[in-house]
């Protein structure tokens, strides 16, 4: 599913499913004007073992009242937090190639940073359209277009998911061994109680004689 859907031809939003469950990964082409006075910031995400952020910038759509926000990429922040917006515009991006996805179905507790409205924590949907001044489509698009202009001032972009196993079977042979090391110690604990109490215990006295 996730093969045939990133093989798709590039379609415009319109042409999107409605239900953005059967619309999540399609390729789909951005026509508009990005609007960096409302981006906003995804913080705590790491890249290639570095602190960063993603830049979340709404894309307004000619003839739409509802924005499309994209995650433009990923850029490098010391505290994983805090990052100069103004760098990394790219003025002349007017068209975004991208694949979809879902906001997470779920709105969660304490999602913006004290302080920094345009922070978030995670990808809250209601977060999100509390801070925009206008309606957002209910998906996001994660930007793919390659780099235009020097490559120091546009975001790394994010690579489509991965079509392997990723790292679950070495999770669960992670989680094996330290189950049958558990168990081992377990057995070795029990043998080691049970031996302690067979040299303590106490021979019967013997008669004595009358």
Same mark, same amino acid.
């Given at each position: 599913m996730v093969a045939s859907r990133l093989d798709s031809a590039m379609v415009a939003p319109g042409e999107l499913p409605s239900d953005t469950a059967l619309a999540r990964l399609r390729k789909v082409l951005?026509?508009?004007?990005?609007? #960096?006075?409302?981006?906003?910031?995804?913080?705590?995400?790491?890249?290639? $073992? @570095?602190? $960063?952020?993603? =830049?979340?910038?709404?894309?307004?759509i000619p003839g739409s009242d509802t924005?499309? =926000?994209?995650?433009?990429?990923w850029v490098y922040a010391p505290d994983a937090m805090t990052v100069e917006l103004e760098r990394w515009r790219e003025p002349s991006l007017d068209s975004i190639q991208g694949f979809v996805n879902v906001? &997470? &179905?779920? @709105?969660?507790a304490e999602s913006v940073v004290p302080d920094q409205?345009?922070?978030?924590?995670?990808?809250?949907?209601?977060?999100?359209?509390?801070?925009?001044?206008?309606?957002?489509?209910?998906?996001?698009?994660?930007?793919?277009?390659?780099?235009?202009?020097?490559?120091?001032?546009? /975001?790394?972009?994010? /690579?489509?998911?991965?079509?392997?196993? $990723? /790292?679950?079977?070495? #999770?669960?042979?992670?989680?094996?061994?330290?189950? =049958?090391?558990?168990?081992?110690?377990?057995v070795a604990v029990w043998r080691s109680g049970r031996s302690g109490r067979e040299e303590r215990v106490v021979p019967p006295a013997p008669d004595l004689p009358h």
């Open positions: 951005l026509v508009g004007t990005l609007d #960096y006075d409302n981006e906003m910031v995804l913080s705590s995400r790491g890249y290639n $073992g @570095s602190p $960063g952020v993603y =830049l979340l910038t709404p894309m307004r924005a499309i =926000l994209v995650n433009r990429g906001f &997470p &179905p779920t @709105s969660v409205p345009r922070t978030l924590r995670s990808l809250d949907p209601l977060a999100v359209a509390a801070a925009m001044p206008y309606p957002i489509a209910p998906y996001y698009v994660v930007a793919t277009t390659p780099a235009i202009g020097a490559r120091d001032s546009v /975001p790394a972009r994010l /690579p489509a998911p991965r079509l392997d196993e $990723g /790292p679950h079977k070495s #999770y669960a042979l992670q989680w094996a061994a330290f189950a =049958l090391i558990a168990f081992g110690g377990a």
